[in-house]
């Protein structure tokens, strides 16, 4: 079994920091802040793992709240391990700061929500597929740049091969499977890779198509990371033109919950999307 990553650890060490503010009798954020001098905001932050922990601000809380060693050092030792960045950190010029966090918690995720309307899902993207995609985003994309988005999105894929790969379960609007993206040739290219990555037992592939009507989804895509038990609760992310959003509240968990599993209610099953999968492709 695979070591927890940052991501995993920064959540383990949220939700002891938030344990023992209430087990030394702090009720609020706010009189864990003014007993520390953090901000209730920097708390809150760091209760949620929406931030990395330094060793120091987990030293402060714990003397705000009574923690000594053993369990300091056990925290400060969590609090290193969450701050590394790891292969991130070769793509820190590629990465926008809003779009790291997501990164870092998909690569400890172990199962993967993501329903698309627009594209295929970046995870299951071709090489070119991706080139394409990406210089349609701006214009003043570059081919280095280009080169570099690319590189980055085959290291994130990589992890879908590896021993601990993730349960990955897309939906894929009929739309974004028939706009041809580059030419008809990448287009092809594509969808033959969308087959064959489904056929794949991690990955579940299912199109929404045209005859389903109104949906629950229409307003957005979004993705939602799911993590082993003792990380908390799962992160949901809700991409938007140059920046994202992480709904954290329980009622939106329930509410992309609710939305996804409603989708698997109006999808083609994985055969039939395999199927229309091949036909486009012999269409193009």
Known sequence: MQEPGPAVRRRQLGRL???FRAASGFKTMEAAAE???????????????????????VRLLCQAYGVGAPMLDHLLRLAEE???RGWLVAYGDTVPD???????????????????AEFVPGLLQTADYCRAVSAAAGPDVTEESLHRLVAFRQARQERLHGEDAPQLDVVINEAALRRVVGSPEVMAEQLRHLAEMAARTNITVRALPFSAGAHPAMTNSFTMLHFPEEAGVATAYVEIDSGAIYPDRPTDFDRYTWIFRRLGELVLTAEDTAALLTKLAQEL
């Open 98 to 116: 809003w779009f790291e966090r997501y990164v870092g918690e998909e690569s400890d995720a172990i199962e993967i929500w993501n329903y698309e």
């Open 82 to 84: 969450s701050d590394d």
């Open 17 to 19: 920091l938030r344990d």
């Open 35 to 57: 007993r520390s001098g953090l901000s209730r905001a920097t708390i809150s932050r760091i209760e949620n793992a929406k931030q990395a922990i330094l060793p120091k601000t």
